[in-house]
């Protein structure tokens, strides 16, 4: 069997391009071999576009965490080459529709920035661009007052193009040396949702169940979750006709 990889949502087995997601456990292992290959500074701080993604992925898994926690689906990451959306997250059901899925563009409030205001600058410089108006935005908020900054950014919200707009933070424990909690917050539209997922919760990192329509394809790269080939152009209707109401609204 020849597989290669093609782009983030794609491989190509024996010829035939397939969709393929990535779970919770895979995108922590992919983040922990890059953090092994070239070591924290560089992890945070290189432009290539690879170690980026990587980089962005940490907010994305803490937020994919935090909505299994809050919806009991399992989700899984798909990060395209297109500039926008920077995600989307994915459910597959055995119901009408049989995909479910959210483009989200990502911002963070880095630990660097000490005032509210400064963090609002943040957020804004998003909000005050003109994106589709179905995507979504997540907030990830990497600061230390993050807890305390989240209903102020709330209510500095009065109108927006996106959809949805979240936060993302993650909470620790022991002198923050542990990783404990990740904390979503959906601070528009009201009413406000909030998602917790303790990281130590069995089974969290994986999926907990393989939908009937989906298989594992086992990689060197990992264990990556991929929908039947009989399924895939009812995957792909569905992907084009999210998009095509994107252009329409």
């Given at each position: 069997?020849?597989?290669?990889?093609?782009?983030?949502?794609?491989?190509?087995?024996?010829?035939?391009?397939?969709?393929?997601?990535?779970?919770?456990?895979?995108?922590?292992?992919?983040?922990?071999?890059?953090?092994?290959?070239?070591?924290?500074?560089?992890?945070?701080?290189?432009?290539?576009?690879?170690?980026?993604?990587?980089?962005?992925?940490?907010?994305?898994?803490?937020?994919?965490?935090?909505?299994?926690?809050?919806?009991?689906?399992?989700?899984?990451?798909?990060?395209?080459?297109?500039?926008?959306?920077?995600?989307?997250?994915?459910?597959?059901?055995?119901?009408?529709?049989?995909?479910?899925?959210?483009?989200?563009?990502?911002?963070?409030?880095?630990?660097?920035?000490?005032?509210?205001?400064?963090?609002?600058?943040?957020?804004?410089?998003?909000?005050?661009?003109?994106?589709?108006?179905?995507?979504?935005?997540?907030?990830?908020?990497?600061?230390a007052k993050g807890r305390e900054w989240?209903?102020?950014?709330?209510?500095?919200?009065?109108?927006?193009?996106?959809?949805?707009?979240?936060?993302?933070?993650?909470?620790?424990?022991?002198?923050?040396?542990?990783?404990?909690?990740s904390v979503a917050n959906r601070i528009?539209?009201?009413?406000?949702?909030?998602?917790?997922?303790?990281?130590?919760?069995?089974?969290?990192?994986?999926?907990?169940?393989?939908?009937?329509?989906?298989?594992?394809?086992?990689?060197?790269?990992?264990?990556?979750?991929?929908?039947?080939?009989?399924?895939?152009?009812?995957?792909?209707?569905?992907?084009?006709?999210?998009?095509?109401?994107?252009?329409?609204?």
């Amino acid at each position: 069997m020849t597989i290669r990889f093609i782009d983030s949502q794609t491989c190509e087995i024996d010829g035939s391009k397939l969709v393929y997601l990535r779970d919770a456990l895979t995108v922590f292992r992919k983040i922990q071999k890059t953090l092994n290959e070239i070591g924290a500074d560089k992890f945070y701080s290189s432009p290539e576009n690879d170690v980026k993604r990587d980089r962005e992925s940490l907010a994305e898994l803490f937020f994919l965490l935090a909505s299994k926690a809050g919806t009991g689906m399992d989700w899984y990451l798909l990060q395209p080459n297109d500039d926008f959306p920077d995600f989307y997250l994915m459910a597959i059901t055995e119901s009408d529709p049989p995909v479910l899925l959210h483009g989200f563009e990502l911002t963070e409030v880095p630990p660097r920035v000490e005032k509210f205001e400064d963090a609002m600058s943040i957020v804004n410089s998003k909000l005050q661009r003109r994106y589709q108006p179905k995507h979504n935005l997540l907030i990830y908020l990497n600061n230390a007052k993050g807890r305390e900054w989240t209903p102020l950014i709330a209510e500095q919200i009065t109108n927006t193009s996106f959809k949805e707009i979240w936060t993302v933070q993650v909470l620790t424990i022991n002198n923050n040396t542990e990783l404990k909690f990740s904390v979503a917050n959906r601070i528009w539209p009201q009413p406000a949702i909030q998602w917790v997922a303790d990281f130590d919760t069995p089974g969290l990192f994986r999926p907990k169940e393989i939908p009937k329509n989906s298989e594992i394809l086992k990689t060197d790269a990992g264990d990556f979750l991929q929908l039947k080939r009989e399924f895939v152009k009812d995957f792909l209707k569905n992907v084009r006709r999210y998009l095509l109401s994107l252009r329409k609204s």
